[in-house]
């Protein structure tokens, strides 16, 4: 299940897991200036392991990837935009793309599960399996009163980052976003863009997640993450039905009028085909568009993001532009 | 990120004012050799061995992070036994001190088993 193949485009598009590991007595990945005992520790840890994990996984040094290649593993999520400088940066990603774990990150072992929809309980489950045969072979860094120990002391304590993507445009549209931001933040939620801390919100899609990593238990974090996720979902539901009972003819309009453009144009900015697909998106949840297209608006945004357009060949702006509109335009 | 401005700005402000103040011999963390100051201006820390290090100032960090600077989530089943036992230990003490304010004193004197039970493992251990 490839969390924006198989998805159904709904307000809570994908779930996320992250846990932080770091390996006891050698400094973090910031302090470490040669990383390679540290990497082949893990690595063996891994491949070794007695599960069938090793076999599922597949490890990519991203050292000897190509910058394409690394942007699209960042487009689909499955390593962080820290991990694009590749210099002694690796990772093991499973076969069916659901989950990654990246070594010399901030932390040593970043673990990752990501899957369609909300699936935080499924999603947990996976990661702490892993995390347990990982510790078969390893030894974390670990401390009674400050839990798994971090580089950084955000994470520190269960190391546990549990995320959602939400679609919110109506909340968006109608200003009321600030307000969610505000109020999840009073609740130790932090509402930020897509690429995670500092980025900007592209195609009214946001990040969903906990800051709160030390004190509570891991079922108590993600217990809050689904009340609050499931707030906001009512609200953006909310503010859908206003929309349509006061604005009919207005968004539809602005629905099909994204439609349209995708249906038809021969050049598409990046950030214009986002902000049209997440109209798509909109407009086929709730019920304006009836057809049916050929990959979801989701879909469409991974594969006409510049990385995915590119192909490794170094083709011009203009070019890019050209060649995600025929994407989108065959698709959508 | 939010915690680093935090710090960077303090320090940028700290270092207006004052000359950097020269410690003769600042701590330093016998793992990765770096200080507190070194946390500070950084925002991460070297290793795990800062933790303990560093325990003091870290617990306040941790609270104003967290609200909480005691961790009771996970506990890695190779290297934690003794830690799982302890909070057992300290579970089935407040369980006990429950049980006498609730005057329950059936379920205080087996708690109070118990306890004795484990406390006895850990003299023979």
Redesign the interface.
Known sequence: MIWYKDNNNDIIISTRIRLAR?L?????P??LKDKTAAINHIKNAVLNSNSTLSQELKYINLSDTSKNEAQRLAEEHLISPQMLDGKDRSVFISKDSTMSIMLME?DHIRLQVIMPGNATDEAFDIA?KI??VL??NL????????????????N???G?RASYMMHLPALTLTSNINKVIASAGSLGIAVRGLYG??TKSQGNLYQISNQ???????EE?IDRLKTVAKRISDMEKKARENLMNAQKTAISDKVYRSYGILKFSRSLTSNEAKSLLSDVMLGLSMGIIKETPNKSPLECMVLSSPAFISEDKDITPQMRDEKRAELIRENI | MLFDELFNDFFEDFNMFTPTPQFKEEKKCPVCGRSYSDFRRLGKFGCGECYKTFKTPIISVMKQLHTNSEHTGKIPSKSGHKIKQKRIYEDLKQKLQKAVADEDYETAAKLHKEIRKMENEVKQS
């Open positions: 770091n006891e007595s050698i400094p973090f910031n302090a901030e702490n995390d347990d510790e078969e030894d974390f860094a670990f401390d009674e009163d400050f839990g798994y120990l971090t580089s950084c002391p955000t520190a304590g269960t546990l801390e500092g709160t990593t030390l004190g509570l238990t891991e974090i």
